[in-house]
């Protein structure tokens, strides 16, 4: 079985004094409030397959523990009561999300990087089909009939409707884009589908988000939540009676200037109520100032309805919620409540410190424990819930050494080193990707250079960074610009700044949907490429070399790393030079330009493009734009 690969971590951002110094020296990690000495053994610079568990299930009858473990790419079945490793049953690369069958007889895996389904049949422990599916299955979920299996496909942005039997493909239902965890409702008759980023909107509008609502008996959408406000969206959990649906959310505040985080000024994270305890849907934030809850991802719901627990990753913590009074709040709050810091006192009842990135819950059936899988620790925290501390933890299996890509992984993703703990690099950065959106950051000035903001899948070799070129290197826009500019601190040390380096590095970038197996390419494909690489336009005219695609987007990648002005320069950009963009998986991180201002890859040119400053392309018709792009796709 092919396990997710990183590309080569080389040194060349970093200096060998340093690594060696990191792979000598013990390190201290963050968890929930606390410091906390990581490992005995100190680190290593060796690439350990770690478990890093996302998701888990109990069995109906409550025997087995199923725990999805994303990085080593199983599922790790566990006796409940003892919590004694059973077997270890390998499914495809990156898995994000898996389901039981209303009978429990099939446990269905969405493995994302493979596009496919892993069945596994829950009495033998073996996979027993393995299906093909839309772009990057995050979730997977049956109706309650036996009849339809729903897969929400983050890249596709859409829900692959399958014969639950055979794994046919029936047709795909249109969802939120980045479609990424699907929750039924108690009864089963409706499924909630949420997306990990924003809809798209007019530029420099407040981003929007939905939750998109499917009749699961006739495989139909029949609702289309709106979140306004909302950017990214993860797990959606029901009170047992069905009367309240609570999603977890992100609402940033990116239109305008990054500047005032001692006031919560870059994110809220909350909330969103519907349902008919609440009526129309009501968003309430999780923050206070100074104690934010940073990435709400999981969600669960005592049988009770007396409380319900959150996991927030970046603050690796679970935060305890008073459902009664979470209610009454809401209903006295309409609308939109993420600016009010005040709020969350109102129903916030605790807050209980947890390992490294926690994500997936599941409760025991009587509620009294509640188990959650913190991703980068290999861990299970066990809590009481009575008591509402951390009664046990259970250790994975897996590598339990530190590793420099490790600890370069928890830096990104904890929120500890930012003023307050209010974010960390995950927070813009969605599973180390992009979020789709556009910032005002303050080194250019208040309402000066408007950007969009870039992914780092496969960033190793493509320096300089910033769109305006200013970071010569990895070192320099990881370290000084991130601590001055986003968390108004300097608490990186040399071995920390170090990891976190080797860590984006090493990022690979995710399959390309867009390519053929064999790397052939389409018949348009193929004519596009020749658009990509002329020397002449259509009448004849030599191009100048300056001004074609593959001269600035050259190279693996797509860039020389070199900085132009191709005349799109804005009334608010102090400049017109721009750093030249990688091309890597380009057919998934719209918006485009600089600002995020070309809503798709024809407006680069059929918008921004009158003087042909950005490549000769004012000669081409349509269709050979329409090539042009099919083969930027496949990039």
């Known amino acids: 079985m092919n396990r997710r690969g990183h590309n080569a971590a080389g040194g060349g951002a970093v200096s060998a004094l340093a690594v060696v110094c990191a792979m000598a020296l013990g390190l201290c990690v963050w968890s929930g409030q606390t410091a906390r000495a990581s490992v005995a053994n100190g680190r290593t610079g060796e690439r350990l397959e770690y478990a890093s568990p996302v998701e888990m299930l109990f069995s109906p009858d409550g025997t087995r523990l199923f725990v999805l473990c994303q990085e080593s790419a199983q599922v790790q079945v566990l006796d409940a009561k003892s919590f004694a490793p059973v077997k270890t049953i390998e499914v495809g690369r990156v898995p994000r999300g898996f389901s039981l069958s209303p009978k429990g007889d099939r446990l269905f895996v969405a493995d994302s990087w493979d596009d496919t389904i892993s069945v596994i049949d829950t009495k033998t422990l073996e996979v027993v089909a393995t299906w093909p599916v839309g772009a990057e299955p995050s979730s997977v979920a049956e109706d309650r009939a036996g009849k339809h299996l729903f ?308 960033v190793k070799d493509t320096e300089p960074f910033k769109w305006n070129g200013g970071n010569p290197n990895l070192p320099t826009e990881c370290g000084p610009r991130t601590e001055k500019y986003f968390w108004r601190a300097e608490n990186y040390d040399d071995l920390t700044l170090t990891d976190l380096v080797v860590y984006v590095r090493s990022l690979p970038a995710r399959p390309n949907r867009w390519r053929l197996p064999g790397g052939e390419l389409t018949a348009a494909q193929e004519r596009g490429r020749a658009l990509f690489v002329r020397e002449k336009d259509k009448f004849g005219n030599r191009i100048p070399e300056t001004n074609r695609c593959v001269y600035c987007h050259s190279g693996e990648k797509g860039t020389n790393q070199k900085s132009f002005d191709v005349g799109t320069k804005k009334t608010t950009d102090n400049s017109g030079l721009l750093d030249t963009p990688q091309l890597t998986n380009i057919a998934i991180t719209a918006p485009y330009l600089h600002d995020g201002s070309a809503a798709t890859l024809e407006q680069i040119w059929t918008v921004f493009n009158p003087q042909d400053k950005h490549g000769r392309t004012n000669d081409l018709t349509k269709d050979e734009l329409n090539d042009l792009i099919e083969y930027l796709r496949t990039r």
């Open 151 to 458: 897969v929400a496909n983050r890249i596709s942005n859409d829900v692959a409707v399958l014969d639950a039997n055979t794994g046919v493909e029936e047709k795909r239902l249109a969802a939120g884009r980045g479609a990424s965890y699907i929750t039924a409702s108690p009864d089963a008759s409706r499924l909630y589908v949420t997306h990990v980023y924003p809809n798209a909107t007019a530029h420099r509008t407040p981003p929007a988000s939905e939750i998109t609502v499917i009749d699961s008996a006739r495989a139909v959408v029949v609702d289309r939540i709106a979140l306004p406000y909302v950017a990214h969206s993860f797990h959606v959990a029901f009170s047992a009676d069905g009367r309240l649906g609570i999603a977890t959310t992100m609402h940033p505040k990116n239109l305008v200037p990054l500047a005032h985080l001692e006031h919560g000024g870059a994110f809220a994270d909350t909330l969103t109520l519907f349902g008919a305890d609440v009526g129309k849907p009501v968003e309430v934030p999780l923050d206070e100032l100074e104690r934010y809850a940073v990435r709400p991802f999981g969600i669960a719901i005592t049988p009770d309805k007396s409380r319900m627990f959150i996991t927030c990753g970046g603050s690796e913590m679970v935060t305890v919620v008073d459902v009664p009074r979470l209610i009454r709040y809401a209903r006295a709050h309409p609308g939109s409540n993420a600016q009010d810091m005040s709020a969350s006192a109102n129903y916030v009842a605790g807050r209980i410190a947890v390992g490294h990135d926690p994500r997936g819950e599941a409760l025991t059936k009587d509620g009294s424990k509640l188990l959650v899988a913190n991703r980068l620790e290999d861990t299970i925290s066990v809590i009481d819930t009575k008591t509402d501390r951390v009664a046990s933890t259970i250790a994975l299996a897996g590598p339990k050494q530190m590793s420099v890509l490790r600890h370069g992984e928890q830096t990104f993703y904890t929120a500890r080193y930012s003023f307050q703990g209010q974010i960390g690099c995950a927070n813009c950065h969605i599973d180390s990707t992009f979020d789709g959106l556009q910032w005002d950051l303050e080194p250019d000035g208040f309402g000066r250079d408007i950007v969009d903001n870039r992914p780092i899948e496969a």
